[in-house]
């Protein structure tokens, strides 16, 4: 079935390629932090590729937007164990 595009990548692709990769690390750790010692590190790859700043050639938009979302993800995570011994500072 062909979908509308989206400017980058047709719409259903954009979605599955983007959703999954930037929520599915942040859902795994979710659900195994209580695995990790109160002070253990949790942590995900990522990419300078997720960096809106160093975004100056305008390509890989669908990989740059996933890899943003799971910095983004992952800062929402670290600021909510601020107040833990899992904090790193």
């Known amino acids: 079935m062909r979908v509308a595009r989206a400017g980058f990548g047709y719409a259903r692709g954009v979605s599955r390629r983007c959703g999954f990769p930037s929520c599915a690390p942040v859902c795994v750790i979710e659900a195994l932090q209580d ?8 942590g995900a790859m990522s990419s300078g590729q997720g960096s809106v700043a160093n975004n100056v050639s305008g390509m890989r938009a669908v990989y740059r937007g996933s890899k943003a979302a799971l910095n983004q ?3 929402s995570f670290a600021a909510r164990q601020a107040d833990t011994p899992r904090a790193w500072r």
């Open 73 to 75: 993800f992952m800062r």
């Open 35 to 42: 695995l990790v010692t109160e002070d253990g590190l949790i």
